[in-house]
């Protein structure tokens, strides 16, 4: 989970319990920008990994699950997870 994901977690329990200021109700839009710009690129990552495997181009698609193993480590800092 990337750290965006983190902060959004932290301002939708914040708004649970008060009102989020101008500056959290930006930072929400901001985490939500990256959030569809990642899952995008993500998305496109997987559909060209299948694109590979229905070639059979397994050289291509072994490169594209390199970017794909690459993008989704980006959050992980080697904490472990916490239960929620």
């Given at each position: 989970m990337?750290?965006?994901h983190?902060?959004?977690?932290e301002l939708?329990t914040?708004?649970?319990?008060r009102?989020?200021?101008?500056?959290?109700?930006?930072?929400v839009?901001?985490?939500?920008?990256?959030?569809?710009?990642?899952?995008?690129?993500?998305?496109?990552?997987?559909?060209?990994?299948?694109?590979?495997?229905?070639?059979?181009d397994?050289?291509?698609?072994?490169e594209i699950?390199?970017?794909?193993?690459?993008?989704e480590?980006?959050?992980?800092?080697g904490?472990?997870?916490?239960s929620?």
């Amino acid at each position: 989970m990337l750290a965006v994901h983190w902060r959004l977690a932290e301002l939708w329990t914040l708004q649970k319990s008060r009102e989020l200021t101008e500056e959290e109700e930006s930072e929400v839009s901001a985490c939500l920008h990256y959030n569809a710009i990642y899952a995008r690129k993500l998305a496109g990552l997987y559909n060209l990994s299948l694109a590979a495997s229905l070639t059979g181009d397994t050289q291509w698609q072994h490169e594209i699950c390199a970017q794909i193993d690459k993008l989704e480590s980006q959050g992980d800092f080697g904490w472990k997870k916490p239960s929620l």
